[in-house]
């Protein structure tokens, strides 16, 4: 599944959009402890968190995720949007609950 | 030039999680005794203590520093130091307004007690103390650094509620005068975090919520010329032949 598909299936608000949309998703990992995200989280992955912090960014791109959606209504900082942007990473949003997003992309059989 | 001991990381009894006995009074009295030079008072997104602790240690030869431990919307807690109480009473005036709406369960997280310098009981603090602010950690760093205050990211080496757990790594754009680490710091998991720090200086600190935290627990040496927190910020910049040893 491409990530412009996921973004349609979770109705996501695109806050960043210069990334891949057409990079193969390969599944989901939740955190929002970024010391984790870096150790734990796999390439091509759609990574859902409520930090708002620009290191999310930074965090993306280090590991290869193909999109970083910021859950529970969270508006991340405009240098987190300004960052994604530059860095060419997805950013979306959502006032889903981290619960509810994450079983959604899981429902997508990733 | 004078080496000083120096305790920057203590829980008074308005934070939920500290024991009783942590009175002004009682922590002074035992700052005296274990020959700690300079404590600062840093409750949990609160500074109603602060007054009392200044005020219990006239006289007794050890400086208080006004401070809080403050915790940011990403769950990171920092210190945040000031020389001068008019700018502290400031700093609270500010935290205060970005606190959570929640209040206080006693039988869950504890009491929050503010007293006077006799330890004598002057109110319980409703408020939630125990959550997080909305503010971000440059927020935080901004308005500390514009009160002529220092910003030290607290015990970066505990798995919660430290700017590398929460943020991964320190965020270039962010102002800090140091890093503390907590008693718990093994010399491995220290080690570790070196890159991660950079050129911060390191400061160990008791992050005392019992009496003998507080005595048994790490400070850290200040080679200065006088207790004033503009001394100890040379120290940690290590300038003008001021320097820390920990």
Known sequence: MLMSEV????ELTVLADTGDMNMPVTGG?????????????QAGQVWITMQGHQNIIAVASLVGLSAVVVAGGIEPEQQTIAKAKEQEVILCKTSLSVYEAAGRLYRLSL | MQWLR?????????SPCAAVEM???????????AGVDVVAITDHNAG????????????????VLPGMEVQTREEVHLLTLFEKMRDFVVWCDFVKQHRSSLQNDERKFGAQFVVDESDELVRIEPAMLLASTDLSVQQVAEQVHSLGGLVIAAHVDRPAYS??????????????????????????SAQRRIGLIGDLPVIHSSDAHTIEDFVTGPKTMFHVESPTLAEMRQALEAGNGRRIQR
Request: glycine share 6%; proline share 4%; no cysteine.
């Open chain 1, 7 to 10: 973004i349609k299936e979770l």
């Open chain 2, 23 to 33: 009175t002004p009074r009682n922590i002074i009295r035992n700052a005296v005794a």
């Open chain 2, 48 to 63: 109603d203590n602060v007054a009392a602790a200044l005020r219990a240690a006239v006289g007794s030869g050890v400086t």
């Open chain 2, 6 to 14: 120096a305790d920057l990381h203590v829980h008074s009894l308005l």
């Open chain 2, 163 to 188: 700017l590398i757990s929460q943020l991964g790594f320190i965020p270039p754009e962010l102002r800090l005068d140091a890093v503390e680490f907590s008693k718990n710091a093994d010399g491995a």
């Open chain 1, 29 to 41: 990992y939740v955190s929002d402890l970024l010391s984790h995200v870096m150790g734990q989280a």
